[in-house]
């Protein structure tokens, strides 16, 4: 089969006849091979990464990476030579601010596993919240089951929400819900302490609705506004887009790391000046209710930044139902999703729930190596000691994970393939010699804690988060993250439960497991997105939802970018580049002769809908008009001068 390239008359060349109707000149050559093959992704003679071989891919990714790498660096030298603290204020607009929903509430949820603690201390509501004279031990559990409860509800309810009414909607009135509900935090009270008891948790519950709704808006408004909404996407789109997602993620870690350091620094002010126990009923009271306010100040100023600096949020969903003549929600999309990307979803919530029966399983750890340290203790400060070494730690695998989570030769799926089994061995070596690590072997086991903490970060809490969004079409993609955020809380349940009725070594034997069974669901379900153009993805949906989903043939289906399942269906059997190559340029010709046909019409008076001039460079426009027929564009020009000439 002969390749004419751009210069192919009347799309792909299926005969091999095909004379090209004219030749292309070296410039529009360039202009095309920018647009259609990156030097990103492609090497000089047109081959896509994923499709060189090994030792040449190797050699490909390195270079440009280092490349990269240099140029990033040589730009942050440039921006200190100007202004030193530059780099400072670029990493707060483009890092800090996308995630400060996510760091508040990394903040409170962290928080309220540090303050029951204090509230059940000697000295301070013990009779409450430690023994159960004077309150219910079902409404002090309550606390922890109605959190996560309401942070499933709003998992679910904003992922749809945000699908249906937009990105900004869902961040404004998540930041709006989780100011009201630290306000209900701080003030909280009751006639008698079960009465205080019940306030509180219902609180909880009102704001994890807030902080459920930050997981699909977060990641989806991240994302998008890291891919943009034009029709070409950018160099930054393609090579960092995962970094740009998780470096608003990791903020959490910032969250539990900055409220742990405030809540040490609150109980010395107002406990005298000490942090050992017992405990006074006002300092604990004016630690707590501080605590609270702190981020309720933080908050506020969220709801403003988010209704007045974030209009364009919702700008690619928007492009994207009005491509598929949606207004409302795309019910023709979700049921759509569940027909092509089903078995993805397994990946994404079953790997979450396994991820979080990890995540609260890292706590079992503390408590037992501590208690064998130090002994018993009264006091709450060598527990609140070791979390804030446990969060640094945690976030040098937030970190990691933010710089190769990007990296083509390791990237997603690796990182939640390596994450998961290094938490299954780090659970499952204690678990049979249990009594060991607990006594002489307790170093080792202090060792293995804060590696099981730092792997659960370098690998499937950041992996997940990500995913989540990334493998689903932009009409569902907040639906099925926040069903796969949900799907995640659950195992947070399961673990809150299940660990109230087993004893400390039946965890680790129960645990571990969880790990293989992610290692699994992302071997089989999970497709790697690692440096897969996200507009790709897009116009790959555009034909799935058209039905023509064979006729697609572009690198969304190339087996590197399909999990195993996917592959094993045959979905890459249709990827062909040479085929793509010359239907990319059929698409953009259609796209340029519509829009030319819109700004004729709407010169004639006939069309008021406003066009977009801009698509394409010059060069791309002035090979298309050399190479078209133009019959529409001659006979909207006739209609314009029989206009001019009053006929």
């Known amino acids: 089969m002969t390749d004419y390239g751009p210069a192919a008359p009347h799309g792909p060349d299926m005969s091999g006849h095909h004379k090209p109707v004219h030749e292309i000149t070296e410039n529009e050559r360039q202009i095309f091979q920018y647009l259609i093959r990156p030097d990103d992704s492609y090497d000089e003679h047109g081959v896509y990464w994923a499709d060189m071989p090994l030792g040449k891919r190797i050699k490909f ?50 928080s309220i596993g540090n303050i029951q603690p204090m509230f059940a201390a000697e000295g301070a509501f013990e009779t409450c919240w430690s023994t159960y004279k004077i309150c219910s031990e079902n409404w002090i559990a309550a606390v922890a089951y109605l959190e996560i409860i309401g942070i499933i509800v709003g998992q679910i309810l904003v992922g749809i929400l945000g699908d249906w009414l937009g990105r900004r909607w869902g961040l404004i009135q998540d930041a709006v819900i989780m100011f009201l509900g630290l306000i209900m935090l701080t003030a909280s009270w009751g006639t008698t302490q079960n009465g205080w008891v019940i306030c509180y948790a219902w609180s909880l519950f009102f704001y994890g609705i807030g902080v459920g709704g930050e997981y699909p808006m977060t990641a989806t408004s991240g994302m998008e506004n890291a891919v943009g909404s034009g029709k070409i996407s950018t160099k930054e789109d393609r090579l960092h887009r995962g970094r740009k997602v998780t470096s608003a993620f990791l903020m959490q870690g910032w969250g539990q790391f900055f409220n742990q350091v405030i809540l040490i620094l609150l109980l010395i002010i107002f406990h005298h000046g000490s942090g050992n126990a017992p405990y006074s009923q006002v300092a604990v009271q004016w630690t707590y209710r501080v605590s609270f306010a702190i981020p309720a100040v933080g908050t506020l100023w969220l709801v403003y930044y988010r209704t007045y600096k974030m209009r364009a ?61 130090i002994g018993k203790t009264t006091s709450l400060m060598p527990n609140w000691l070791y979390n804030l070494v446990n969060v640094g730690v945690s976030l040098c695998g937030y970190y990691l994970a933010s710089f190769l989570i990007d990296n083509k030769l390791y990237g997603r799926k690796k990182m939640q393939i390596l994450g998961f089994l290094m938490d299954f061995i780090f659970f499952v070596i204690p678990a049979f010699d249990y009594h060991y690590y607990t006594t002489t072997g307790i170093h080792a086991f202090q060792a293995m804690y804060f590696l099981s903490s730092f792997f659960n970060q370098f690998g499937p809490n950041a992996v997940t988060f990500l995913v989540a969004a990334e493998v689903y079409p932009t009409p569902i993609r907040a639906t099925a993250h926040g069903f796969s955020a949900a799907v995640g809380k659950l195992g947070a349940l399961t673990a809150a439960v299940m660990y109230s009725y087993i004893s400390t070594q039946m965890k680790f034997y129960v645990v571990p497991w969880f790990g293989l069974m992610g290692v699994i669901l992302t071997v089989l379900f999970l497709p790697d997105t690692t440096g897969l153009d996200l507009k790709e993805q897009e116009r790959r949906w555009q034909y799935i939802r058209a039905g023509r989903e064979e006729d697609y043939h572009g690198v969304a289906v190339h087996p590197k970018h399909l999990s195993l399942y996917e592959r094993f269906r045959g979905v890459g059997k249709h990827y062909n580049a040479d085929l793509d190559y010359q239907q990319k340029i059929q698409e953009m010709r259609a796209e340029w002769e519509s829009n030319e046909s819109r700004k004729y019409a709407e010169k004639a008076g006939e069309d008021d809908e406003v066009f977009d001039d801009s698509l394409y460079s010059s060069g791309v426009s002035s090979y298309f008009e050399r190479t078209s027929q133009r019959p529409m564009m001659n006979n909207n020009e006739k209609i314009m001068d029989e206009n001019a000439n009053g006929t």
Request: glycine share 10%; net charge positive.
């Open 61 to 110: 990714v390195t270079n440009y990476d280092n490349a990269e790498a240099k140029r990033e660096l040589s730009a942050i030298g440039s921006m200190v030579k100007a202004d030193p603290l530059s780099p400072i204020s670029y990493y707060f607009r483009n890092m800090v601010l996308p995630g400060a929903g996510l760091g508040l509430e990394g903040y409170v949820l962290f």
């Open 313 to 373: 949020a919702s700008k690619q969903l928007n492009a994207a139902k009005k491509k598929s003549k949606v207004t409302g929600y795309d019910t023709q999309s979700l049921k759509l999703t569940f027909t092509y990307f089903g078995p993805r979803l397994l990946a994404t919530a079953g790997g979450w729930y396994a991820n979080d029966i990890f995540f609260y399983g890292n706590k079992l750890f503390q408590s037992t190596f501590i208690t064998a340290i």
